[in-house]
């Protein structure tokens, strides 16, 4: 399959080119030439299935192309090595977990899947060393870090805002040393990702190291996240729960809630709802950075330097998978909002939802998952059954979490192991030229 690039002005690219080179030459996001709508008989009997066999039906619409059946099979199945249930909050309401990864954070989900298929290709060509540039505000360069750790041919920088991810976050990705350098940039994740933006476009650079992103500006990265939405589903038919499959069924609509920063998740969603899964609309949850919900009230679309926030993992001010979602409904601002729906929230109100969540249903959410749970419960409708996300596991914000609740939540062996190991960081100014000496120095 071939992929084009969302300003329209680059040639198109093979699966391999995009996925090895993350930005196109025109600064635009590579989509996809064709989304393939996934069979009758799938959705029929997914409720049957596993979340490894849903996610390589849903891989193969993508990918199969490009990668043979039995290297696609292994990377999914690899990249899935852990569970994404499914729990009842309330009625009506649902959380679907996507912490329960190698770093406890939804985007283990895309970093696993991003790291295996551009080691496939780099085996294949028999590349030589391939470097990756990721931005984060939190949960990303854990996951990538972890991803790509020990991965051989691929070298991994990660790009983070001072004293602006928690302490937790931050060991996730600075103690693992080996193939991964951590970059602790003196600016916010919006400076970071603006420096990752500006080494994929300098010749000079280029042309002395083979550079990509693992950012969800990626194909690779963005893409495999589609897969629990699918899973989502799946669970909810194997419950038995009445969602509608069709647009005439009388049973509820579904809706799904996403917690929003970079929009990755929110726009793999949407391909999965081209390919056929049958999710009514969705809601995007703002925290104080609510570009998007303005966008959807104005139709303007206006940038801005974040804003931090307790929800550090949304603190994004200029969302570069916007453009995706304005390409994928052809700048169309009235199917835009026929599809999804906005919400913001201040961390007051994030907190006082962390609160009243633990004290009435007794579930403990993050406050990520926070925005995503009020936004589904202000905005669920008469007829409407929903399902939000909660992308991250509480303790990777434990003192927040403590103070907020008055709890002392418990830290999983995994991330206590990550606490252990002793900081490796190289700190920067927010200085592109700064950060492009350094990687022509490697």
Request: charged share 20%.
């Amino acid at each position: 399959m071939q992929y084009y690039s969302t300003n329209g002005k680059a040639s198109l690219a093979s699966l391999e080119k995009a996925v090895v080179k993350g930005l196109a030459e025109d600064k635009g996001l590579y989509m996809p030439e064709r989304i393939k709508p996934l069979s009758k008989d799938f959705f029929d009997n997914i409720q049957d299935m596993s979340l490894q066999e849903i996610a390589y039906q849903v891989a193969d619409c993508f990918f199969g192309e490009d990668v043979d059946a039995e290297s696609l099979r292994r990377i999914v199945y690899d990249t899935l090595a852990f569970d994404i249930p499914l729990k009842e909050v309330e009625e009506k309401i649902y959380s679907l977990e996507l912490f329960h990864g190698p770093t406890l954070a939804f985007k283990d989900v895309g970093a696993r899947f991003m790291a295996r298929l551009l080691q496939y290709f780099l085996r294949k060509e028999g590349k030589k060393t391939v470097n990756v540039l990721v931005a984060t505000s939190g949960d990303t360069g854990s996951a990538v870090a972890n991803g790509f750790l020990g991965v051989e041919g691929i070298r991994v920088y990660v790009l983070y805002p001072k004293g602006k991810v928690s302490p937790i976050q931050e060991c996730q990705f600075t103690t693992l040393g080996k193939n991964i350098t951590a970059i602790e940039v003196d600016g916010v994740f919006d400076d970071c990702q603006a420096m990752v933006k500006s080494a994929f476009m300098d010749a000079e650079l280029n042309a002395h190291m083979k550079l990509t992103s693992a950012n969800s500006i990626n194909v690779a990265r963005f893409l495999p996240q589609s897969f629990y939405y699918f899973w989502a589903y799946a669970q909810m038919k194997k419950m038995g729960l009445p969602v509608h499959t069709t647009p005439c069924s009388k049973n509820p609509r579904l809706v799904a809630c996403v917690p929003s920063g970079n929009f990755g998740n929110i726009c793999s969603a949407l391909f999965g709802r081209k390919m056929g899964l049958p999710i009514d609309r969705f809601i995007a949850a703002n925290n104080a950075n609510d570009i998007f919900y303005q966008y959807l009230l104005t139709g303007q679309y206006n940038p801005r330097p974040s804003t931090a926030t307790i929800a550090n993992a949304m603190d994004v001010g200029d969302p570069s998978n916007f453009a995706r979602i304005l390409d994928l409904y052809a700048y169309s601002h009235e199917d835009i909002c026929r599809h999804i729906a906005g919400a913001t929230y201040t961390d007051q109100q994030i907190a006082d939802t962390m609160r009243q969540c633990l004290s009435e249903t007794g579930y403990q959410l993050d406050p990520h998952g926070a925005c995503g749970y009020q936004a589904l419960k202000d905005g669920l409708a008469e007829g409407e059954i929903g399902f939000f996300l909660e992308t991250a596991h509480p303790a990777k914000f434990k003192q927040v979490v403590d103070d907020i609740c008055h709890t002392d939540v418990e830290i999983p062996a995994r991330l206590a192991a990550f606490m252990q190991g002793e900081k490796q960081s190289v700190e920067m100014p927010n200085d592109f030229q700064a950060f492009k000496q350094f990687l022509l120095a490697q």
